[in-house]
Each structure stands twice: as structure tokens, then as C-alpha cells.
């Protein structure tokens, strides 16, 4: 069995969220002589080592990477282990989350901020992005995705389900005639992202041409697309989450029915068996699943 002892994966923690040996010297309050050894005396237990050092950087290997996702569920394991103690301490430590982009501009984002500041000891990194990341290589402990393909891994709750409406603001509506149909688009600027495109055109064969003759921009910027709905330049199509507030403040209406579109799919929030182990991300996870529903 090897020898870790804490202050030596303290180490390793700091080293690796500061990207820094002095940075880790100084909140430990060693030298950096003394943190350059306790990291090496890992790396040496370990037989590989966990950062890549040159004169500007230090970058964390493919095994750090991994490890730190064990060393900060034993600083957790600990914690909670005082908590049983210290009745008056609070839940701490970091907690990374990852969503489409435009579920981190609509809503996941102000959630998260109102939820860290009223847990001041907590800190909440957010990554937008539209790729699917690896919860462990890329150490998220939270993550929001449409339609997961597999969950063999993964535990969860589905919040809700992935729907598309057609919106436009008034101002956009005023003087044009009434849109019943797909079909009927085909004058208007469509404006949609390729994937949304994508599964429409699947869906809707027949009306494929049409499609194709409204869509004269293609992105696969969400943020981008919302934003020209939102500024009368045509006609869009969005997830539901996406638009429901402009619907109900009458700053969008619907073109189509609400339910013209087939469901798109479910959203889940998910995480890993062994990181809904940690207090902090067990309590998150709880809040979000009792916030999110009202944007689905």
C-alpha cells in the first residue's frame, strides 16, 4: 500500500488549481523547495508524473487529471467528517459544471451565481460549450445534456424535455400574414441552428425544400441566433427553455402551434456515482433539480 500522506496531496491539489508552486508555497505557507518534494514523492510512489514542467508553465499529465478527482472527494470525505463535529461549518470546495452554451446565457448561469452566493464558501466554475466533455478527463462534477445517448455510466434525473417552437417578436409579425404551416416560411428569413436544421429536415421531408429555401444564414452559434430573433430579423426556431420568458413577457410569440414539433429528445442533469458522493455536489444537484423545472 502506498504512503499518501495529506499534506503532500494538499500539495498536489494547489499545485494543480494554481498551475503554480509558488502560489501553492505561499497558501500552505512552506517552501517551494518543500512543495516541489512532497509532489515529487507522489509522482515518484506513483511511477509517472503528474505535471509537466518547464521554465513558464506547469501543465497538468492525463494522470493528474484523473487523480484530482480523487484527492478532492478525500478532502470532501473529510470535511464532512468534520461536519459531523462542526455543526456550524459549511459546505466548501469547488464545483465544475459544463451545458450547452445557450442554457448557460438563458438561465443555468444566473441559477449558479444566485446559488454561490448564498453559498459564499463554495466556488462554481461554469463551461459552455456545445461538444460533449468526458466527465472525468475533463473533471466536471455536474453536467446538463439533450437527449444523453447513453447513461451506463452516468446517474441523473431527467428535468425535462427538448422542444422547439417557432418565435417571433411582434414587431417582426406586425403587417405579415399568419404562418400555419412549415411551408409557409419559405419567404421569411428562417433563422436556426444547423443541428436544429438537421433534425427538422429529417422530421419534415416533405417540407425539406421549404426549409431550405428560408434558411440563408447557417451558424451553429445558439447565443448568436437568439439574439437576431430578439432583434426583429425573422423568424427563429428555439428550444422552449430558451424562449419561454420572452413568451410570457409578450416579447416573443409564438409562429406555430406549441406543439407543431416533435419533442427533440430529454434533458437530464447528470453526474458520476462517485462524485454524487460529495456533499457539495449533492447538494447542488438537489437545488438544481428543484430549480430547473420551471424553464421545461
Avoid at 140 to 149: A, F, G, H, K, W
Avoid at 182 to 197: D, R
Wanted: charged share 25%.
Amino acid at each position: 500500500m502506498k504512503d499518501y500522506d495529506l499534506l503532500s496531496l494538499k500539495s498536489f491539489q494547489l499545485v494543480y488549481q494554481f498551475r503554480s508552486i509558488t502560489i501553492a508555497a505561499e497558501k500552505l505557507n512552506l517552501t517551494k523547495a518543500a512543495i516541489s518534494k512532497r509532489v515529487e514523492k507522489i509522482e515518484g510512489s506513483l511511477g509517472y508524473p503528474l505535471f509537466v514542467r518547464t521554465t513558464r508553465k506547469i501543465t497538468p499529465t492525463l494522470e493528474a487529471e484523473k487523480m484530482i478527482t480523487i484527492v478532492e472527494e478525500i478532502f470532501a470525505k473529510i470535511h464532512q467528517l468534520e461536519n459531523n463535529f462542526d455543526k456550524s461549518s459549511q459546505t466548501q470546495g469547488k464545483i465544475r459544471v459544463s451545458c450547452a452554451a445557450a442554457m448557460a446565457t438563458s438561465f443555468l448561469g444566473e441559477l449558479l451565481f444566485q446559488y454561490q452566493q448564498k453559498n459564499p464558501l463554495i466556488e462554481i466554475e461554469l463551461i459552455s460549450t456545445d461538444s460533449v466533455m468526458d466527465l472525468t478527463e475533463h473533471n466536471i462534477d455536474l453536467t446538463i445534456r439533450v437527449d444523453p445517448s447513453s447513461l451506463s455510466d452516468l446517474v441523473g434525473k431527467k428535468i425535462g424535455s427538448q422542444n422547439l417552437v417557432a418565435v417571433a417578436t411582434p414587431r417582426y409579425l406586425k403587417n405579415r400574414s399568419q404562418i400555419r404551416n412549415l411551408s409557409a416560411l419559405v419567404k421569411q428569413p428562417l433563422l436556426v441552428i444547423n443541428h436544429h436544421f438537421n433534425s427538422l429536415m429529417k422530421e419534415y421531408p416533405r417540407d425539406s425544400v421549404h426549409l431550405s429555401a428560408a434558411q440563408k444564414f447557417k451558424t451553429n452559434d445558439s447565443v448568436l441566433i437568439s439574439k437576431l430573433i430578439r432583434t426583429h430579423m425573422g423568424i427563429g426556431i428555439r428550444s422552449m427553455w430558451d424562449v419561454k420568458k420572452d413568451l410570457e413577457s409578450g416579447q416573443l410569440q409564438l409562429v406555430l402551434p406549441k406543439d407543431y414539433f416533435k419533442s427533440q429528445g430529454e434533458v437530464w442533469l447528470l453526474s458520476s456515482t462517485q462524485r454524487l458522493q460529495s456533499e457539495k455536489v449533492r447538494n447542488l444537484f438537489d437545488h438544481l433539480t428543484q430549480s430547473l423545472g420551471q424553464y421545461f
